[in-house]
């Protein structure tokens, strides 16, 4: 490898949520990782509303390119290739980052590469601790997405995936609400503001994670035969609901410490049982933990210890890196550069149901 600035400046934009994100990689370095969000604004509605997304996000684009450019003292002209969330997400939103990704690409004359939003999330782990580990089993877990995948290549491969034979392959997934979505539905029964995955977080540390036996989704025989890998969220959130009401009903007061810790552990627990239990029986040693829910503090020291006890190392990229950004499209785009991957055509749609296994679109 040559000189740092050798090596091709790759800018990505993320825009499939409620995140306008821009940023700028060198290599495996990360130069800028400028982002504006919209989560005010969505607020009071307890979820993202797409349209207010979407208007957040063509409002926010220039200003956020620029002091993009601004944190890593280079010029929109220094930019060597462009990377572009095309999916999955909301697909207004998308179409807003896809539109300006294209404007750029064709007024700079630079390749652009449409990216899954899912292996950026895996592949903005480099940036921090260095080149990935594959194959290594992703556990991608955000307000929109719970998934077990199987990374051979982030790259999905030397056609990106297009054929699903490639890199990345889906070894479980949610069947019913994401993880990230069940920490905002229960912040919202236990009165904790949007979004609630960290305000969950804090109030568990000072709560009894024993307090309420809460159940276990897919993990009874019957069901790990058919989903040995998959989540299921939903019935949690009803049983959480429930005993709620229970104690309102009967005028007592609703310990919202003991029940956040006591839900935090329910996911937890499952989520690192199947992540660690997937590693082994793919005979895969990494585990790299990505999205939202990957900010959790329980979910970092348990997933770290059932890791450890079974011989398995665990990789999570710092907070700030783990939720929406565009860090992690210009992370993946990097590795689309050095790995000789086709640029997308200029036609390049945002599609809002991507499947995992299409990483270049
Ligand atoms: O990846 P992300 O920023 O956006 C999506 O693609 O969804 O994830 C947002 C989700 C929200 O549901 C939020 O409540 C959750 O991540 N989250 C957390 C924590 N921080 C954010 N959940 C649990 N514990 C946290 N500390
Ligand atoms: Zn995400």
């Given at each position: 490898m040559g000189r740092m600035s050798d090596e091709p400046l790759v800018l990505g934009i993320e825009t499939s949520c409620d995140e306008t994100g821009v940023g700028l990689v060198r290599g495996g370095s990360l130069l800028a990782d400028a982002v504006a969000s919209s989560v005010e604004e969505h607020a009071r509605f307890g979820g993202v509303v797409p349209e207010v997304a979407s208007r957040a996000h063509l409002e926010a684009m220039v200003p956020t390119l620029e002091r993009a450019c601004e944190q890593a003292g280079v010029?929109?002209?220094?930019?060597d290739a462009v990377a572009v969330?095309?999916?999955?997400?909301?697909a207004g939103a998308l179409l807003v980052g896809v539109a300006a990704a294209k404007a750029l690409a064709v007024g700079l004359g630079k390749p652009l590469y449409g990216v899954n939003h899912l292996a950026a999330h895996v592949a903005v782990d480099q940036l921090e601790h260095?080149?990935?580990?594959?194959?290594c089993v992703a556990m991608l877990v955000s307000g929109g997405h719970s998934s077990l995948l199987r990374v051979t290549d982030v790259t999905g491969g030397e056609d990106g995936g297009e054929d699903g034979g490639g890199g990345v392959v889906p070894l479980g997934a949610t069947i019913d609400d994401a993880a990230g979505e069940a920490f905002d539905k229960v912040a919202r029964l236990l009165g904790?503001?949007?979004?609630?995955g960290p305000h969950i977080d804090r109030a568990a540390r000072s709560g009894s994670s024993v307090y309420v036996d809460f159940p276990r989704g897919l993990t009874s025989q019957r069901d790990l035969e058919r989903h040995r890998f998959d989540f299921s969220f939903s019935g949690l959130k009803t049983a959480v609901a429930r005993w709620v009401e229970a104690r309102e009903r009967a005028g007592e007061p609703v310990p919202v410490q003991d029940v956040a810790a006591s839900f935090q552990e329910a996911v937890c627990d499952v989520l690192t049982r199947k992540a660690v239990d997937a590693a082994v029986s793919e005979g895969i040693g990494d585990i790299l933990v990505g999205g939202?829910?990957?900010?959790n503090s329980r979910l970092r020291v348990l997933t770290e210890e059932r890791a450890a006890a079974r011989g398995v190392r665990v990789r999570v990229p710092r907070p700030g890196l783990c939720t929406d950004n565009g860090a992690m499209v210009a992370a993946l785009g990097a590795e689309m550069v050095q790995r000789g991957r086709r640029p997308s055509a200029l036609d390049l749609p945002a599609d809002s149901s991507l499947p995992v296994t299409s990483v270049l679109a």
């Open positions: 010029t929109l002209h220094d930019v969330t095309s999916g999955p997400g909301l260095g080149p990935l580990p594959e194959p904790l503001p949007f979004p609630g939202g829910v990957a900010a």
